[in-house]
């Protein structure tokens, strides 16, 4: 664990270094493919820093937030796209928007910032999936596969929500909600578009989708290029996470992850081409049905592309062994500090 620590300084000091030079370069060279040739060498570090840690939890988060967010949040930024346009006002503000999945809140409610009762009842049901982990040989492969989709949900919940109050602190501005309760979610649009990890469709629709949207547009009518940039998004989306897989398991990519999001992309086309139909504004389905079925092929299709690379590799135990550890070094730390 203090090994660990030590890169984690090491990774963030050089990915702040990194992030500087980005902002500085944008006062002296103006938006285009130059801008975008002198940040290449920042991505491509980027692209690698993840490697540096032997941790599972470091490695995902340092991927997710590094090879993904703040790359392609750096190059949307060398064109005056994406989030990091028009350009915050100081440096730090850069480097938090830049590393971070969050942005700034457009109408502030402040009693909304940070639900405490609900992540309460995260953290209890958290506990409780920690300790079930101690009698998983004992359960059916369908049982396992609720527990793990609980576990990277719930993890994935408490990063987000620390980086939230760090900035928070740090910032003192009011920033927009990262995830909005997708087990919630009525379709898979309503899942991918407007509850599952707000920041991530907040970015690929300007990267991906919307340019080739726009390509499409000219050899193809309006539903065929939106049904395209839809699926090309996906697919980008797809190759991200192959790459995070890889930094996570150090194993070279199956693919398995990729056809997960090609399959959920070429489903969520299907479901606005029949939402677009004139009968189904007669026929409305029970939003407690489109939500079990919503969550249901999710969860099934999970199982079935998603989650078989974690499982081989064992990422899942290291994640409830490194969050065993974690809280033991805390416990440590606590009362030799007492």
Not at 108 to 113: A, I, R, V
Not at 239 to 252: D, K, N, P, S
Request: aromatic residues 16%.
């Amino acid at each position: 664990m203090e090994e660990e620590l030590k890169n984690f300084i090491k990774v963030w000091i050089s990915a702040i270094i990194s992030i500087s030079y980005c902002y500085y370069i944008s006062t002296r060279i103006k938006a285009g493919v130059f801008r975008l040739l002198s940040v290449l060498p920042v991505c491509a570090l980027f692209l690698v820093l993840p490697l540096f840690f032997s941790s599972a939890h470091f490695s995902e988060a340092a991927s997710f937030f590094f090879t993904w967010l703040a790359n392609f949040k750096l190059i949307l930024f060398c064109f005056d796209q994406g989030p990091l346009f028009p350009l915050p006002k100081n440096l730090s503000r850069f480097i938090c928007f830049t590393c971070f999945p969050i942005k700034p809140q457009q109408n502030p409610n402040p009693q909304n910032q940070f639900p405490k009762w609900g992540f309460a009842i995260k953290v209890a049901v958290f506990g409780m999936l920690l300790h079930m982990y101690e009698y998983k040989q004992y359960m059916s492969p369908t049982v396992l596969l609720v527990l793990y989709s609980l576990h990277i949900y719930l993890e994935l919940e408490f990063v987000l929500m620390l980086v939230k109050v760090l900035v928070f602190i740090t910032l003192g501005c009011d920033l927009e909600p990262q995830s909005n309760e997708p087990y919630l979610a009525t379709s898979l649009q309503d899942f991918w578009g407007h509850r599952w990890n707000l920041m991530v469709p907040a970015i690929l629709r300007p990267a991906v989708y919307t340019p080739v949207r726009r390509l499409a547009e000219r050899k193809m009518n309006s539903n065929q290029a939106m049904f395209l940039g839809g699926f090309a998004t996906f697919l980008v989306s797809g190759a991200v996470h192959e790459l995070i897989f890889f930094h996570i398991t150090r194993e070279m990519p199956t693919g398995e992850v990729t056809w997960f999001f090609v399959l959920h992309g070429v489903c969520t086309a299907a479901e606005v081409a029949v939402k677009k139909r004139t009968f189904v504004g007669r026929w409305r389905v029970s939003p407690i049905v489109s939500r079990l079925l919503t969550v249901g092929f999710v969860v099934v299709t999970s199982g079935w592309l998603f989650f078989p690379p974690l499982i081989r590799s064992g990422i899942i135990e290291r994640l409830a062994n490194e969050a065993f550890l974690f809280i033991d070094f805390v416990k440590h730390k606590f009362f030799t500090f007492r």
